[in-house]
């Protein structure tokens, strides 16, 4: 089975503070996501990355950078954390070939 | 541009009912369609899918029709159960790795 963790299931940070969220899949895929969920928003798309050091923006990446130095790693970086950016952040991959997206548990992040 | 909109919730249902939940896309060209559940305080796992028009996609009791004339891809159960309360999403994928979610409808099942 694929397996998609993230290294937090809760965060809670300061404003100003720099954020780091960790995502880590097993199963060799290509493509890895980060979206934040939002209450009647739906998932959006903040970044996501086709191969390492690869990234493309999505729909929301304002606030937000990435980083991908290995294949099986996906970092999501808030340099600055503001209150607007509490949410829970889902981290996905696929591969190129396969249309299933999967998700890790979540992060929910709290910033006061 | 691309994009999703399913029925807005929440949904509340006692067991044994049958469930619907709307989804119509937009886009260019013929898309893959999805369903994904997000059970709570989990993320999403792929519930069914359907890759190309009129092909139906059917998973623990739940399917859903990809119909190209009315761009649509509804969610159906015959009989819930309270084990099927979560979160359900519509999304689609065309060209390119993205994807695009529906705002999500929350359902509750009661006994």
């Known amino acids: 089975d694929v397996k998609v963790t993230q290294s937090s299931r809760y965060l809670v940070k300061r404003t100003g503070e720099k954020v780091f969220l960790e995502c880590v899949q097993d199963m060799d895929h290509e493509n890895m996501f980060w979206y934040r969920q939002d209450p009647g928003l739906g998932l959006r798309l903040i970044y996501f990355s086709y191969d390492v050091k690869m990234k493309e923006k999505g729909d929301i990446p304002e606030g937000y950078s990435v980083s991908r130095e290995k294949k099986e790693r996906f970092s999501l970086i808030l340099e600055s954390a503001s209150t607007n950016q509490t949410s829970m952040y889902l981290c996905?991959?696929?591969?190129?070939?396969?249309?299933?997206?999967?998700f890790g548990p979540g992060t929910r992040l709290l910033v006061l | 541009g691309d994009s999703v909109t399913q029925m807005e919730g929440p949904v509340t249902l006692s067991e044994e009912a049958f469930l619907t939940i709307n989804c119509t896309y937009t886009a260019t060209g013929y898309p893959s369609l999805f369903w994904y559940v997000q059970y709570p305080g989990e993320g999403l796992q792929l519930l069914l899918k359907a890759t190309k028009a009129d092909d139906k996609g059917s998973n623990k009791g739940f399917e859903a029709t990809y119909r190209k004339e009315t761009t649509s891809f509804h969610l159906e159960k015959g009989s819930v159960q309270v084990s099927d309360s979560a979160v359900y999403f519509c999304?689609?994928?065309?060209?390119?790795?993205?994807?695009?979610f529906g705002t999500g409808t929350s359902l509750t099942v009661i006994p």
């Open positions: 999304a689609l994928r065309w060209t390119g790795n993205q994807f695009y």
């Open positions: 996905a991959s696929t591969t190129g070939l396969q249309e299933t997206q999967y």
